[in-house]
């Protein structure tokens, strides 16, 4: 389902129709001296602002798209992760390396190895500085591919990490690896796709200068110089309403 705004800014165009509906019933009366409110110049702006608004309602869809695949590329990374650590368990004694793939998959999870304790405690206590602490919010998409990456190379260099299981070999991590790396790439190039298509409508529907808004007023002001601000044109005119959606 389209979002308010999105449905608000079809409605400009829609609007912006309807104008050009009263102004083509005018006939050779209305002939502006301005080229930017012409009824040529608005028919095509309603065409152009109409492309540029379905142009953003393929964007989104895009972008949904390519935001559900990658979140259905992440889902399968935390569940491998807990069974190469088990895998890497029953393959080592070396407890160093195991608390090494640990705090890489701490990271994967966003967790600390000791949480944060609470400021209950210090607060009785007057003048009791509070510790800094780093964010370990590691869960952006490009750094949770990161640390499974770092995760890799650990149980690369261990050689008893040598699995029977095929989804659990180091050629399996690899392309599920590859297959996060490209959800990310196709992500970001959709939501660069969809920035640049909302640019577009933009500046077709609120440029101050040439936009339908602006062109909308310019053409109701010529209306009502033209038959009157009491006139029935100017009054149906003037019931064409329009919003500035940009805030």
Do not use: W
């Amino acid at each position: 389902m389209a979002s308010t705004s999105e449905t608000g800014h079809a409605k400009n165009v829609d609007n912006l129709g309807l104008l050009n509906v009263h102004i083509a019933s005018y006939g050779a009366k209305y002939n502006p001296s301005n080229p930017a409110i012409a009824y040529s110049a608005l028919v095509q702006l309603e065409a152009d602002a109409r492309q540029a608004v379905d142009g953003v309602s393929l964007a989104v869809a895009r972008f949904q798209h390519a935001a559900a695949s990658r979140d259905a590329a992440f889902r399968e990374l935390l569940p491998t992760t807990t069974r190469a650590i088990n895998t890497l368990k029953a393959s080592t004694t070396s407890s160093h390396t195991v608390a090494n793939a640990k705090t890489i998959v701490r990271r994967l999870r966003g967790k600390r190895a000791k949480p944060i304790a609470t400021k209950a405690a210090d607060a009785a206590i007057p003048d009791t500085p509070q510790p800094q602490h780093h964010s370990v919010s590691h869960l952006s998409f490009s750094s949770r591919a990161d640390s499974f990456d770092e995760l890799i190379s650990l149980l690369a260099s261990i050689p008893e990490y040598s699995p029977n299981e095929q989804a659990l070999t180091l050629d399996a991590l690899r392309a599920i690896l590859q297959r996060l790396r490209s959800s990310i790439d196709a992500c970001n190039s959709a939501a660069a796709y969809l920035s640049a298509a909302r640019s577009t409508r933009n500046r077709l529907l609120y440029d101050p200068s040439t936009g339908v808004l602006a062109a909308a007023k310019a053409a109701k002001a010529y209306i009502r110089a033209l038959f009157g601000g009491t006139s029935p044109e100017f009054k149906e005119a003037s019931k064409v309403k329009f919003k500035l959606l940009l805030r």
